[in-house]
């Protein structure tokens, strides 16, 4: 098995390199440190230990400012290794920060703390997962609320498990539509006849109601591409 673990092996008020970890000591004095992540192969049943490469935890930080083809300036600033808070024993993050500007004016500003080290070449990546984070608000609780899916309305309360129970209904129905979305082209082509997932979902009802189909994929072809029926 492995094994996983930090220690600092050099401390000093006095000596310090631009790698070193800050932090105040009992006294109030500033103390400079080094720690190192480290790794080690063992067995339950044997004293040996394999060492594994170190990782060494260094107070970094960076800035880079990026502007795009539309001429939008991405600047970015970070620095690892700070405390989470005010409090003496508060855990070490990693903190960064993003901010847009379109022509001298800032659209959009935010900050993120990540357990992951932050550099020059993943703080890209980082705001882009940072800023996707509302798409559990925007793409999964809105259109879930607001979209076709009623989670909000009482479908029955029960005693104990019920409720639960129909919330996991609905929240499946929801993943098998977005696997739908992702995989299926017949989905997809008849999901972009639609303009909202509401209009999508009255016209399978209203044709389901009227007509039978052989399988799903001739119901959606169906709405799809609709024949033209003429009434009796």
Known sequence: ?????????????????????????????????HQMLQAV??????????????????NTDGHMERVDIKGRRHIYRWINQ?????????????????????????????SWV??????????????????????????????????G???????????????????AINLLAFYMHQILQLCDLGYQYCRSMFSSRKEFWNNLRIVIKI???RNFEHLLRNVADPPEIRAP
Request: proline letters at 4%; glycine letters at 6%; one cysteine or more.
């Open 149 to 167: 899916y009623h989670l909000e309305h009482n479908f029955g309360h029960g005693q104990r498990f019920l409720s639960n129970n129909f919330f």
């Open 1 to 33: 098995m492995i094994a996983l673990d930090g220690s600092q092996y050099f401390s000093s008020e006095k000596i310090h390199c631009h790698s070193c970890l800050t932090y105040k000591g009992a006294k109030g004095a500033r103390r400079y440190s």
């Open 41 to 58: 192969m063992l067995h339950p049943h044997m004293r040996q230990v394999l060492p594994l490469a170190p990782e060494p935890v260094t």
């Open 211 to 213: 007509m039978l189909f």
């Open 82 to 110: 700070i405390p989470l808070n005010g409090s003496r024993d508060a855990d070490l993050v990693n903190f960064f920060e993003y901010w847009l500007q379109v022509e001298q004016t800032c659209t959009y500003h935010n």
């Open 114 to 147: 990540t357990d992951l080290a932050v550099a020059e070449d993943n703080v890209v990546e980082l705001v882009q997962s940072g800023r996707a984070r509302w798409k559990i608000e925007n793409e999964t609780f809105n259109t879930l609320k607001n979209q």
